[in-house]
């Protein structure tokens, strides 16, 4: 993933191992805070039924007027006791309190229960609910204790919230700590991604960063790495082994040339022998092409070529390049137009392997196109970059040959023209010793379509 958007980090394992550990916390915050707030609630109810039972127990001593008045004194000074009393006849005609009827819901047991819409004189508390003791007394009344759950109800939303302030305060640090343990891994990864980035551009010399951690991630950096470089030992041997063929078959080549040159001096024209020999001078000088250039694609992939490249502007390479190749086209009869977009991004790169990768793509439209033909070279800005064109009407490209023509030796049947299959070859090194991205495609010309993007930085 690019750091894709590896940034969208809400998708990355680290992120989701945290964000689970919080869904966890956060589930187990809210059951424990229920049954704490189930407990809390109960023990008060069961304070609020222990208080009507002692206070029915007190009142059940007292008969007549006496225990009017000491219902009258308990409401008044005993705060924790009733809320609200009624004395009744066993007819239940009230005697006495605010409560001016019996309730219908509420037996005659002296047992605890809960009760709503009291019928009562005061009427800020009629709909008040709470908790309800019907008694007999011992002169034949009914004495009925009431005790709202009113307070008992601010006392449960005041530890209700205090609860949930808590555990708000804790969940704010465990955020902003995810948000910070979230962001280290990716940041580790976001530089491991770049490594990679720059080993698939070719530069095996890239290693996998490694921190003093010693974690999952630095374990497999280090494995990585040394993959890399048993990876990077075996493409130098093979590379080396090519190399070393090219280079020590070039002098004896070079030689055998000479000889066979001073042999065909000695021949005269029409010879038969100096016919011969001419075709294996021919021969000979393709062979060495080749081998050089081998060498040349050798020396293109070797990124430390990388130290000398200054900052271009395309403009003035381009029509340095067309003004080199225009006389070979107007030699066909061909039509070669340059067409450069205003105010192009500047290119990061050498300037002589620039000219040589792009003149290449020119030289083969012009190889390729028809005498009379079109080709046209071109430039434009795309995305922060300047994207340079090289198009002719010559023959094209099959579809099915476009990824191999890159390839070393690679010639298209349909190429009726001279080469080796090394041109292009040097051309995809040269575009990826500078990070640049080689495609091929169709011309609206009819022929082939060669595009190369120039990024303003190198990767």
């Avoid at 307070?151 to 919230?161: A, G, R, S, T, Y």
């Amino acid at each position: 993933m690019s750091s894709a958007k590896l940034s969208d980090g809400w998708r990355s394992s680290s992120s989701r191992l945290l964000g689970l550990y919080s869904l966890l916390f956060v589930a187990w915050c809210s059951v424990l805070l229920g049954v704490l707030y189930w407990r809390v609630s109960h023990y008060l109810d069961d304070l609020a039924q222990s208080a009507l039972l002692q206070r029915a127990h007190l009142f059940e001593h007292f008969t007549g007027d006496a225990l009017c008045e000491a219902l009258r004194e308990n409401r008044r000074y005993d705060v924790h006791g009733i809320d609200a009393y009624g004395v009744f006849t066993a007819a239940g005609t009230p005697l006495a309190g605010p409560l001016k009827a019996l309730p219908a819901q509420l037996p005659l047991d002296g047992q605890v229960h809960r009760v709503s819409g009291l019928p009562l004189s005061d009427p800020t508390a009629v709909g008040k609910r709470g908790f309800g003791l019907a008694m007999p007394t011992r002169d034949d009344r009914v004495l009925v204790l009431v005790r709202y759950s009113g307070p008992l109800n601010e006392v449960n939303h005041l530890i209700l919230d205090a609860l949930l302030w808590g555990v708000s305060l804790t969940l704010l640090p465990g955020l902003l700590g995810w948000q910070l343990l979230r962001r280290r891994p990716l940041r580790r990864i976001q530089a491991i991604e770049q490594a990679t980035a720059r080993i698939v551009a070719g530069d095996l010399g890239q290693r996998l960063p490694v921190a003093d951690r010693r974690d999952e991630l630095d374990m497999l950096a280090a494995i990585v790495n040394a993959m890399l470089d048993r990876i990077e030992q075996l493409m130098t041997e093979v590379k080396g082994v090519c190399d070393n063929i090219a280079h020590d078959l070039r002098t004896p080549l070079t030689r055998m040339r000479a000889q066979l040159y001073r042999l065909r001096q000695q021949l005269g024209e029409g010879d038969a022998q100096a016919v011969a020999l001419d075709q294996v001078l021919d021969e000979t000088d393709t062979l060495m092409a080749r081998f050089r250039a081998l060498l040349r694609i050798s020396e293109l992939e070797d990124h430390q070529r990388r130290s000398g490249f200054v900052e271009l502007a395309p403009e003035a390479l381009l029509q340095e390049i067309h003004a080199f190749y225009a006389p070979l086209a107007e030699e066909k009869g061909q039509w070669l137009r340059l067409e450069v977009a205003p105010e192009l991004p500047s290119v990061v790169g050498d300037r002589g392997l620039l000219f040589e990768a792009i003149g290449n793509l020119l030289d083969n439209a012009i190889r390729f196109a028809p005498e009379g033909g079109r080709v046209q070279l071109s430039a434009r800005a795309e995305a922060g970059a300047t994207r340079i064109v090289v198009e002719d009407s010559g023959p094209g490209i099959a579809e099915a040959e476009r990824e191999l023509v890159f390839q070393r030796f690679h010639r298209s049947e349909a190429s009726q023209g001279g080469g080796f299959g090394l041109g292009l070859s040097i051309v995809a090194a040269i575009a990826g010793l500078h990070g640049f991205r080689l495609g091929v495609g169709q011309s609206p010309l009819g022929g082939a379509s060669f595009s190369l993007l120039c990024r303003p930085q190198v990767l």
